[in-house]
C-alpha cells in the first residue's frame, strides 16, 4: 500500500509478475492461490481491479465453474469501488490531487460518477476513445504494441499491463507517457486474445517455453526490485532536504498550499494540498489557471534541469511565471532551490 499522501496506491513494479502467477494457477485450476494473486495484484494499484474483473468474464467466456467468474468479477469491483471511494480519499490531504480527478475527469465530476460510469455505461468510454483523430492514432498505436504482438509474443501482454495506460482518457493523450495499468474497453479484445494464446502456451507443447519466461520474468523483477529498493543511493534525503522541512515547519497546519511532489508527504491532515501535476491538469481542461493558495513552494531546481515535457514542471512553470508577476504574493524564502511564496493577505494574517 502507497505511503500516506500519494495519489493512489501504485508501486508499478510489482504488477507484472503477480498478474502472470495469478493466471498461471487460473490455468492449472488452484483457485485459491489464482485469488491470492488476483488480490495482492489488485492492491497493487485501483484500476488494476478492472483487469481482474476482465480474467473473471474470460473465466465465464471458457465456461469455467461459477466461482472462477463470480469471485474475480465481485471482488475486482468491490475493490475498485472502494479503493476509488474511500480508500484513496482516506490517504490524501483534503484537496489534493488524485488520479480520478487528474485522470478520469472525463467519465464523471466526483469519484462516485466516474465508478457509476466505469460499471453501468461503459459505452463512454468509446465516445472518448474515438474524440479525436489523436485519441485514435494513440489507440492504433497501442494495437500495435499490445494487440497484434500479442499473436507472437503471448506473455508480453502480461508482463506490458503495468506499461499501459488511462492517457486515452485525459485531453491530450500521448503514448510517450504511458505508465499505467490498462481499463480501456478498446483494448479488451486484446486481453482476450492474449489470455488464450497464453493458456494455450502453458496447456500444450510450450510448458517449458512458458516456465522460462516465467523464470526471466522473475529474475527481472527481482533484480529491479532490488536495485530499486535497496540502493544505497535510493534512501539519500534530498540536498535541500533540511530547508524543504524548514518550509514545511513554517506552514501552518490549516492552511491551503501548493506544492512540490516529493513534498506532498509531509503536507498535515488538515492542509487543503494542491500539486503542480494537478495545476496542469486543470490548466488543459480549463484554459485558464486559478491560484488562491496561501503558501506557494517551487522547486527552481526541477524545473532547470529535468525534462520540459514533464508534466508536474510544465504547472510549476505555469505557477512561477503567474505568481512572480502577481501582486498578491510575496516571496519570503530563497535558498538550496527552493522558494516559498506567500500571499499577502495570508502574511498580514501571520505577522498581525
Known amino acids: 500500500m502507497a505511503q500516506p499522501g500519494a495519489a493512489d496506491l501504485s508501486e508499478e513494479r510489482f504488477l507484472p509478475l503477480l498478474l502472470i502467477s495469478s493466471f498461471y494457477f487460473w490455468q492449472i485450476r488452484r483457485f485459491y492461490p489464482f485469488l491470492l494473486f488476483g488480490f495482492l495484484a489488485i492492491t497493487v494499484r485501483e484500476d488494476v481491479s478492472i483487469v481482474f474483473a476482465l480474467i473473471g468474464l474470460y473465466s465465464l467466456i471458457r465456461k469455467r465453474k461459477p466461482k472462477w467468474y463470480l469471485a474475480p468479477i465481485a471482488i475486482g469491483s468491490a475493490w475498485f469501488m472502494a479503493s476509488m471511494l474511500w480508500l484513496i480519499p482516506a490517504m490524501n490531504p483534503a484537496g489534493l490531487s488524485t488520479r480520478p480527478a487528474a485522470h478520469y475527469g472525463q467519465l464523471g465530476n466526483s469519484n462516485i460518477e466516474i465508478v457509476k460510469t466505469l460499471l453501468f455505461r461503459p459505452w463512454r468510454l468509446l465516445k472518448i476513445l474515438f474524440s479525436s483523430m489523436q485519441h485514435l492514432a494513440t489507440m492504433y498505436g497501442l494495437w500495435l504494441s499490445f494487440g497484434f504482438g500479442i499473436t507472437f509474443l503471448s506473455a508480453s501482454m502480461l508482463i506490458a499491463f503495468p506499461s499501459l495506460s488511462e492517457t486515452l482518457l485525459i485531453d491530450r493523450p500521448n503514448l510517450s507517457h504511458i505508465n499505467a495499468a490498462a481499463i480501456a474497453a478498446a483494448l479488451f479484445p486484446a486481453f482476450i486474445l492474449g489470455l488464450f494464446i497464453f493458456d494455450r502456451y502453458i496447456l500444450k507443447k510450450f510448458r517449458v517455453s512458458i516456465a522460462i519466461s516465467l523464470a526471466l520474468v522473475t529474475l ?38 501548493m506544492l512540490p511532489i516529493y513534498m506532498i508527504i509531509k503536507a498535515k491532515p488538515d492542509q487543503q494540498v494542491r500539486g503542480y501535476y494537478q495545476v496542469r491538469y486543470e490548466v488543459n481542461q480549463k484554459g485558464y489557471l486559478t491560484i488562491d493558495e496561501d503558501y506557494i513552494v517551487l522547486d527552481s531546481r526541477k524545473i532547470r534541469k529535468e525534462l520540459q515535457d514533464i508534466p508536474e514542471n510544465e504547472g510549476e512553470k505555469l505557477v512561477r511565471e503567474k505568481v512572480q508577476a502577481s501582486p498578491d504574493y510575496l516571496m519570503v524564502l530563497d535558498r538550496d532551490d527552493l522558494q516559498l511564496y506567500i500571499r499577502v493577505g495570508a502574511l498580514d494574517a501571520v505577522t498581525s
Request: glycine share 6%; charged share 15%.
Open 220 to 257: 527481472f523483477s527481482t533484480s529491479a526490485l532490488a536495485y530499486t529498493w535497496f540502493s544505497p543511493g535510493r534512501y539519500t534525503p534530498r540536498y535541500n532536504y533540511g530547508t524543504a522541512m524548514e518550509i514545511m515547519n513554517q506552514i501552518p497546519d490549516d492552511a491551503s498550499v
